[in-house]
Every structure is written in C-alpha cells, then in structure tokens.
Nanobody, 120 residues
Framework: QMRLVESGGGLVEPGGSLRLSCTAS????????MSWYRQAPAKDRELVAG???????NYAGPVKGRFTITWDNAKNTVYLQMNGLKAEDTAVYYC??????????????WGKGTLVTVSS
C-alpha cells in the first residue's frame, strides 16, 4: 500500500518562508491528484493547494500568491513552498493523494501531517 510522509514543518517568524515535502513510497499506482490540506487548532481541515497529474494547480484564496505547489515525479514527491508566512498559517499540514483509473476507481491516501508554527 502507498505511504505518504510529510516533512519540513517547524517554527518560523511572520514573513518567513518554509518548504514542505511529501514523499510517496510503497506500492505506488498512478497518482491523479496531490494536495495539501491544513488544520489549525479548533478549526476544520481545509484545502490549501492541489496539483493534478497534468500540472494544473489550484490554491485556496488565503494562500494564493504566497504558496506554490510543485510535483517531482522522479522523486515521487510533492512540495509546498510557503512564502510570506502569517500567524494564521499556523496549522498541521497534511499531504493527500488520489489514485486509481479515472472514471473507474478512486483511492484516497493521507499522510500523518507536519506542524507549521508561525510566531514571533
């Protein structure tokens, strides 16, 4: 089965930058979509950014222009470059992957999450 492992979280000051990584391992089938979600304390989990296998991306309004999602197929790794971090970006960030044959099957995989804390 496929396994997703996030890394790169930590403490950063407001205005700083951080890059998160999510690496897939194990039995890797075709990945159609990879996304980053986040969940702040006492808040619901929300979609941050997504990238499809064809390269198309989408971003949540609060991070648009500040975050960039990229996908390195050779390394089976998706990245989230976060610039101009704000206190409200503090959350546990989760990696998500959707696999399967489009129109026939759909499988969802989740990582354990990595904590990002933006504070002075």
């Amino acid at each position: 089965q496929m396994r997703l492992v996030e890394s790169g979280g930590g403490l950063v000051e407001p205005g700083g930058s951080l890059r998160l990584s999510c690496t897939a391992s194990g039995s890797i089938a075709r990945i159609n979509l990879m996304s980053w979600y986040r969940q702040a304390p006492a808040k619901d989990r929300e979609l941050v950014a997504g990238i499809e296998s064809d390269g198309r991306t989408n971003y949540a309004g609060p991070v648009k222009g500040r975050f960039t999602i990229t996908w390195d197929n050779a390394k089976n790794t998706v990245y989230l470059q976060m610039n101009g971090l704000k206190a409200e970006d503090t959350a546990v960030y989760y990696c998500n992957a959707e696999t399967g044959v489009r129109g026939l099957e759909r499988y969802v995989h989740w990582g354990k999450g990595t904590l990002v804390t933006v504070s002075s």
